[in-house]
């Protein structure tokens, strides 16, 4: 691609976003507010699971259970505490008796059995103090959550002689989403106001901090509108709306940041307000459309799952991503060439710096002093790493894969009732069935046999299922025509090595009639299986798509290859923290939560797609302004130090924000949201301040000038097709860059460009 025509290209878009930038923000403001009104309510559509196959055996045999035999799949439980009378005592076997034929008239409730009806011994407590009803909500998640809302407060709380608790796995999906809805809100209200802080401190003008929130709001509410359409057409987890939050504002600041960074920079140089503009589109403006298009290829390869639940992560990243990157492309610049020099005023640091300045000295708002912390201290920083770059690299590398090593004890399980905070009702009810029933009316696990059978041939099947080793107990069949169940009990845990064993042993074992096999188990193998399947091609495309993208940026063959290496590492602190926090229980006092002794199965894909594509937001960040000033000056470690000056500063401030908003996602009272928030928050401050500071220039300083090495057909590919942040021609020597830089790291003709603020 010629620079005629990539020049045409940008002075184009740049006519577009500047020529009526009231008309635009107009047209903003309306879309805007048609985005509220789109996105109203859309957590109430969303669903709380999504975990399993949707293709799985397992799915099979739970809807066919379903269907055949309501009963064998209670999705609501109703504690019945009988206190010290006990639950055999006349007064309350009656009261239980009018619960039980009250819960079997409500509409939507099917296959409602009790202890009381049944004598099962699984339905009573070992004390005799308490019972259980048990029965079936049917419905998808939204339609059975309604059906909770309206009976749940006829039953819950005193009723006669007894007290009733509401629990069982529909009343803990909906507690879980009014949860998540609740603590999402509190994030906010937290991370809003933190975040405006930081703006200030980092922008210095209150006018320019304000750009970033508004860009993060619009695409907030954009995403949210988009996801309202998209659960009208497909299930959306409700754990989305946390990623919608956290990447819309830290999107928006990054993006934010580089273009007024640039914006403000170029005004300082004496350039007019739509000179100004156009040279930040054309150069900060192409690396953030770079940098987006690789954020969103790292969470749409989650598309590639079957699980509602990770597939719902990639409709919320890709829309918030996408439409934070057209607000500070479209948006941005139109507000800043209304502000023009208005956007350094009100500068809030003028009021600290009049104090410690002499008289007469004080500074122009829009600048600030040049000395030498400011102006080379991150130059400095890569001098020094480059100076000792086997040292650093080495030192680095080796402790970022010691953080990684408890990675390597993961143990998958699946989420449960221990998500949520020790005093939500849905917990309690299970926490009681859990300690003090010999056992739950989920029953282990449950075999479907279809295609009938004769009592012969279920009798010699139930023999040898019980014959097994990881077997604790059989119970049935039930027939109903060609249907028949049995419930399977294994040893040990519900969720335990031996039980996703015996799931394994069940669907091998043969019978002379069709068998599948289901329970917590059973989905907790198909969704690892399922994982496994389709991982490879998630990273793959992970991969492939990002060497491409890096390679158009760069033309290089070799900073491609170190971009997804040193991305991945930047990641083994992230997956170290989670096993040893979150599955290994150290912190869970502090931080309120109750570790399980496994980490949910999807979890680490998610963490892995967002972190690795928020490191490559990153990490275009940084090459881009690396290869710029290579391309101006040809000096390779100067270009090194010089990137890393003008973009360490950026990049720290903006992953500390991120950070922010990342732990305030983190104070949730649930546990997986917790992990989500404060695991990628210290994935994006390892790979700011460990990987970009000291990993990034040392290994550049190791591959010398054959980091910028191709072979000749991949080179004449990037001349034609490439993209770069310099738009003009190299120029040796441009804007006063001898080519050099000093051993202290700072870069000659840097000038008036360091008296600018972030």
């Known amino acids: 691609m010629s620079e005629v025509n990539r020049g045409s290209r940008i002075g184009g878009w740049t006519r577009f976003v500047t020529a009526r930038p009231r008309l635009s923000l107009l047209v903003a403001l309306v879309i805007t507010a048609l985005a509220v009104v789109a996105g109203s309510g859309v957590g109430d559509r969303m669903g709380s699971g999504g975990w399993e196959d949707p293709d799985a055996s397992s799915t099979y045999a739970t809807q066919a259970l379903e269907r055949e035999f309501p009963a064998s799949q209670p999705n609501l439980l109703l504690l019945v505490d009988a206190g010290d009378k006990g639950v055999d005592d006349p007064a309350v076997v009656a009261e239980a008796e009018r619960l039980t034929e009250r819960l079997a008239a409500?509409?939507?409730?099917?296959?409602?059995?009790?202890?009381?009806?049944?004598?099962?011994?699984?339905?009573?407590?070992?004390?005799?103090?308490?019972?259980?009803?048990?029965?079936?909500?049917?419905?998808?998640?939204?339609?059975?959550?309604?059906?909770?809302?309206?009976?749940?407060?006829?039953f819950r709380g005193a009723q006669g002689p007894v007290e009733v608790s509401v629990g069982g796995p529909v009343a803990v999906r909906h507690e879980m989403q009014a949860i998540i809805q609740e603590d999402l809100l509190r994030a906010e209200l937290i991370a809003l106001p933190v975040t405006l802080v930081l703006l200030v401190m980092v922008f210095g003008s209150a006018i320019a901090a304000l750009l970033p929130l508004g860009i993060g709001i619009v695409a907030i509410l954009g995403t949210n509108a988009v996801l309202r359409g998209i659960t009208?057409?497909?299930?959306?987890?409700?754990?989305?709306?946390?990623l919608t939050t956290a990447l819309g504002?830290?999107?928006?600041?990054?993006?934010?940041?580089?273009?007024?960074?640039?914006?403000?920079?170029?005004?300082?140089?004496?350039?007019?307000?739509?000179?100004?503009?156009?040279?930040?589109?054309?150069?900060a403006g192409r690396t953030?459309?770079?940098?987006?298009?690789?954020?969103?290829?790292?969470?749409?390869?989650?598309?590639?799952?079957?699980?509602y639940f990770l597939r719902s992560f990639a409709y919320a990243g890709i829309a918030v991503v996408l439409l934070a990157a057209a607000a500070a492309l479209i948006l941005l610049p139109a507000a800043l060439m209304l502000l023009g020099h208005r956007v350094n005023s009100l500068d809030l640091r003028l009021l600290f710096r009049r104090r410690k300045s002499a008289p007469g000295r004080g500074t122009a708002a829009g600048s600030r002093p040049a000395g030498p912390a400011e102006a080379g201290g991150w130059g400095r920083t890569a001098a020094l790493v480059m100076r000792r770059a086997p040292l650093f690299a080495v030192a680095t590398a080796t402790g970022l894969v010691l953080l990684g090593l408890p990675f390597l004890g993961v143990k998958f399980g699946t989420?449960?009732?221990?998500?949520?905070?020790?005093?939500?009702?849905?917990?309690?009810v299970q926490e009681d069935i859990r300690g003090g029933f010999p056992g739950s009316p989920g029953g282990g696990l449950e075999v479907l046999g279809e295609g009938g059978a004769t009592s012969a041939e279920y009798a010699d099947y139930r023999d040898r299922v019980a014959a097994l080793p990881d077997v604790e107990r059989i119970d049935g069949p039930v027939v109903v025509g060609d249907h028949a169940y049995f419930t399977v009990l294994p040893r040990g845990e519900g969720v335990g090595q031996e039980a996703q064993r015996l799931v394994r042993e069940l669907r091998a074992e043969p019978a002379a009639f069709d068998t599948s096999v289901t329970g917590t188990a059973a989905v907790l193998v198909d969704s690892k299986d399922a994982i496994a399947d389709r991982l490879p091609l998630a990273v793959g495309i992970i991969v492939v798509v990002t060497l491409l993208l890096v390679f158009l940026l760069t033309g290089s063959v070799l900073i491609p290859i170190q971009a997804v290496a040193l991305n991945a590492l930047s990641l083994t602190a992230m997956f170290g923290a989670v096993v040893w926090v979150f599955q290994d229980g150290n912190l869970s006092g502090l931080l309120g939560f109750t570790?399980?002794?496994?980490?949910?199965?999807?979890?680490?894909?998610?963490?892995?797609?967002?972190?690795?594509?928020?490191?490559?937001?990153?990490?275009?960040?940084?090459?881009?302004?690396?290869?710029?000033?290579?391309?101006?000056?040809?000096?390779?470690?100067?270009?090194?130090?010089?990137?890393?000056?003008?973009t360490g500063g950026l990049i720290t401030a903006a992953a500390v924000i991120l950070a922010v908003v990342m732990v305030a996602i983190g104070t949730s009272r649930v546990?997986?949201?917790?992990?989500?928030?404060?695991g990628i928050a210290l994935a994006v401050v390892m790979d700011a301040m460990v990987v970009r500071s000291l990993l990034v220039p040392a290994v550049m300083k190791l591959t010398g000038k054959a980091t910028w090495w191709a072979p000749g057909p991949l080179r004449r590919f990037h001349d034609r097709f490439g993209v770069s942040e310099g738009g003009s021609p190299p120029t040796v020597g441009a804007r006063g860059v001898d080519g050099g830089g000093g051993a202290d790291g700072t870069v000659s003709g840097a000038g008036e460009r360091d008296k600018v603020g972030v």
């Open 232 to 242: 009208e057409i497909t299930d959306v987890s409700v754990f989305a709306q946390n």
């Open 415 to 428: 989420a449960d009732d221990r998500q949520l905070p020790s005093s939500a009702e849905a917990r309690v």
């Open 106 to 154: 409500e509409e939507g409730v099917v296959g409602v059995g009790s202890y009381w009806q049944t004598r099962a011994p699984a339905l009573r407590a070992e004390d005799g103090g308490e019972a259980l009803i048990a029965a079936r909500i049917t419905g998808k998640e939204k339609e059975a959550g309604e059906t909770l809302e309206r009976i749940a407060p006829e």
């Open 249 to 283: 504002l830290g999107l928006a600041v990054d993006y934010a940041l580089f273009i007024v960074r640039r914006f403000r920079e170029e005004l300082a140089e004496g350039a007019e307000v739509r000179d100004a503009v156009g040279t930040t589109l054309r150069t």
């Open 288 to 307: 953030v459309l770079f940098s987006a298009l690789t954020v969103a290829v790292s969470l749409a390869a989650m598309m590639v799952f079957p699980q």
């Open 671 to 678: 546990t997986n949201t917790k992990m989500l928030g404060l």
């Open 595 to 646: 570790s399980t002794g496994d980490i949910e199965t999807t979890l680490p894909v998610l963490m892995f797609c967002v972190a690795f594509g928020l490191s490559m937001d990153y990490g275009v960040f940084l090459i881009s302004r690396i290869k710029e000033e290579y391309d101006r000056g040809g000096d390779h470690e100067h270009a090194v130090v010089f990137g890393l000056q003008r």
